[in-house]
């Protein structure tokens, strides 16, 4: 009986960490082109969930008896709001000060992510309160020998899984791919070879954002309520899990984020608050023992 529960915590950890997944990897894909610790990033997890919210109450009549095809459509809506707000912050917000202290800019994310976050509260149509997310998809649950987990459960896993794997092939296959990776490395010898600079990191915001807005979106399937601050705490703990893995290392995103989700959903069975004090406590172990992360390497930067 324990290790069929203990299975399930590991299935529900995954699920977890593939949520804390697709928002780190924003954090760290930032992070790797312009060396901005994006705060309101948690925010456009938020506003993704809030698009498929009301992309599915303003077309679900058109869908009746297609489920499927909703659910697909919800995703791109929260995918596009994620990406397109993303974007918006970086052209009107981050730009100009590109090359200025990088406090500024780091004070600056903090304004956007506490003007996103007021002003959706402030729109009537939206307002502070919480919201019952509704069931885009039937919920089923399957059974695993004792253990039972919703069928979100592992839509949310492959969902997640299928967007990292095209990342991961967007970057090492494609010429977009390559510049990000080439402006990561030296910005000065990417500009001498012609690269574009400002157009690979507002790709780099609108990917990162878009992918944040699906976790949104599955945030909001999975634990079925919304509201305008929900980013706050997914949006700390995917940059610990950021930091975790090696900020700026995108393979290492991945692997913070699960092991973050892992440990959050086994701490949480013994106690739910040190499930949700354990990525603060796994934050200070590794500035501690290891700051520049698992997988991350040591450089030296001017603040």
């Known amino acids: 009986m324990g290790a069929i529960f203990n299975a399930q915590q590991i299935v529900n950890g995954l699920q977890v960490g593939s949520i804390y997944a697709l928002i780190a990897l924003g954090y760290t894909m930032v992070y790797g082109i312009v060396r901005l610790i994006n ?3 948690g925010d456009f997890f938020m506003l993704g969930a809030y698009a498929a919210y009301g992309v599915f109450f303003a077309f ?10 909703m659910a697909f459509v919800v995703l791109i809506a929260s995918m596009a709001a994620g990406g397109i707000i993303a974007l918006l912050a970086n052209q009107l917000a981050y730009k100009p ?3 200025k202290p990088k406090l500024s ?3 600056t994310a903090i304004g956007v992510s506490m003007f996103l976050e ?3 509260s402030a729109l009537p149509a939206v307002g502070p309160s919480y919201r019952s997310f509704p069931d885009i998809l039937p919920r089923v649950n399957i059974n695993l020998g004792n253990a039972v987990i919703s069928n979100y459960v592992i839509i949310d896993i492959v969902i997640a899984a299928v967007l990292m794997v095209g990342l991961t092939l967007l970057i090492k296959k494609t010429t977009l791919g390559k510049a990000m990776r080439a402006v990561s490395q030296d910005k000065d ?3 001498l070879m012609g690269i574009d600079i400002e157009k690979v990191i507002a790709f780099t915001f609108l990917i990162g954002g878009s992918f944040a807005g699906a976790a949104g979106l599955l945030a909001g399937m999975t634990y079925p309520r919304i509201v305008p601050y929900m980013g706050i705490q997914p949006g700390l703990k995917a940059f610990i899990a950021a930091v975790l893995g090696g900020i700026g290392n995108i393979p290492g995103a991945v692997l913070g984020a699960y092991i973050m989700g892992l440990a959050e959903t086994f701490a949480s069975a013994y106690n739910s608050l040190i499930g949700e004090g354990i990525a603060f406590a796994i934050l200070i172990v590794v500035l501690l023992v290891r700051p520049h992360g698992l997988l991350g390497e040591k450089f030296a930067d001017k603040i």
């Open 39 to 41: 705060f309101a990033h």
């Open 97 to 99: 000060l590109r090359y």
């Open 189 to 191: 010898a990417a500009r």
């Open 60 to 69: 679900n009549a058109l869908f009746v008896g297609k489920t499927g095809l």
């Open 118 to 120: 007021y002003f959706l």
């Open 105 to 107: 800019s780091l004070i």
